[in-house]
């Protein structure tokens, strides 16, 4: 049925109809304002669910060397004390 040209013709005869010659060019500039409108914010929707990049730097390293970082060997139990005999 839509792929029908006699659909076609018939469907534009009767915009042209219902509306006027003289109001399609305004009817035609507004929808395509509004779909570049619907695209732009359908495109900030997009951009705001991606994870925003890694920091590369950290401002405020750690105080303490003393703490472990991955990789570094776990600490040894401590040695029980020698025996005064």
Same mark, same amino acid.
């Given at each position: ?18 509306? +006027?010659? #003289? ?8 929808? +395509? ?8 914010e ?7 669910d991606?994870? #925003?990049?890694p ?9 303490? #060397?003393?703490?472990? !970082?991955? +990789?570094? !060997?776990?600490?040894?139990a401590?040695?029980?004390?020698a025996?005064?005999?």
């Amino acid at each position: 049925m839509i792929r029908n040209p006699a659909f076609w013709a018939v469907l534009i005869l009767l915009i042209i109809l219902l509306f +006027g010659a #003289s109001k399609l060019p305004d009817i035609t500039r507004n929808v +395509g304002k509004s779909m570049k409108i619907f695209k732009e914010e359908v495109r900030d929707l997009r951009d705001d669910d991606r994870p #925003s990049p890694p920091i590369a730097h950290n401002p405020n390293p750690p105080q303490n #060397s003393d703490q472990q !970082h991955p +990789g570094d !060997h776990p600490p040894q139990a401590p040695k029980p004390p020698a025996d005064p005999r």
